[in-house]
C-alpha cells in the first residue's frame, strides 16, 4: 500500500551538489522512520542516513558534514542534500521506510553518477 518514488538523480560534476527527493503515497500509519541507502557496482547497499518521526537525523560517517536528510511533517516528501560530492558517492541511491510492524518498503532507486 505504501509506495516510495525517487527523483533527482543523475550526472553531476565533482566537488557539485545534488538533491534526491522521495515521494511517499499510501498509508504511512506507524511508520517508525525513513531512509536513504545506496549500492555502489560491486559493493552491498549500505546506510546513507535516517531521519526518525521527530525529525531527527543521523548519518553515516561518509555522509556526515556533507549530506543532509529533510522532511515534510506528515512524510509526503523525504530529501537528501548531497553536496561535495565525489566519485565514491556514484551510486543508485534508495529511498526506505521501516514501519513498527516489522515491514519495510524501498523506492526503486536513482542513479547518481559524479564524474568529470
Known amino acids: 500500500q505504501v509506495q516510495l518514488v525517487e527523483s533527482g538523480g543523475g550526472l553531476v560534476q565533482p566537488g557539485g551538489s545534488l538533491r534526491l527527493s522521495c515521494a511517499v503515497s499510501?498509508?504511512?500509519?506507524?511508520?517508525?522512520?525513513m531512509g536513504w541507502y545506496r549500492q555502489a557496482p560491486g559493493k552491498q547497499r549500505e546506510l546513507v542516513g535516517t531521519?526518525?518521526?521527530?525529525?531527527?537525523?543521523d548519518y553515516a560517517d561518509s555522509a556526515k558534514g556533507r549530506f543532509t536528510i529533510s522532511r515534510d511533517s506528515v512524510w509526503n516528501m523525504v530529501d537528501l542534500q548531497m553536496n561535495s560530492l565525489t566519485p565514491e558517492d556514484t551510486a543508485v541511491y534508495y529511498c526506505?521506510?521501516?514501519?513498527?510492524?516489522?515491514?519495510?518498503?524501498w523506492g526503486q532507486g536513482t542513479q547518481v553518477t559524479v564524474s568529470s
Open positions: 531521519i526518525s518521526r521527530r525529525g531527527r537525523a
Open positions: 526506505y521506510a521501516q514501519f513498527g510492524g516489522l515491514e519495510d518498503y
Open positions: 499510501g498509508s504511512v500509519f506507524s511508520i517508525n522512520y
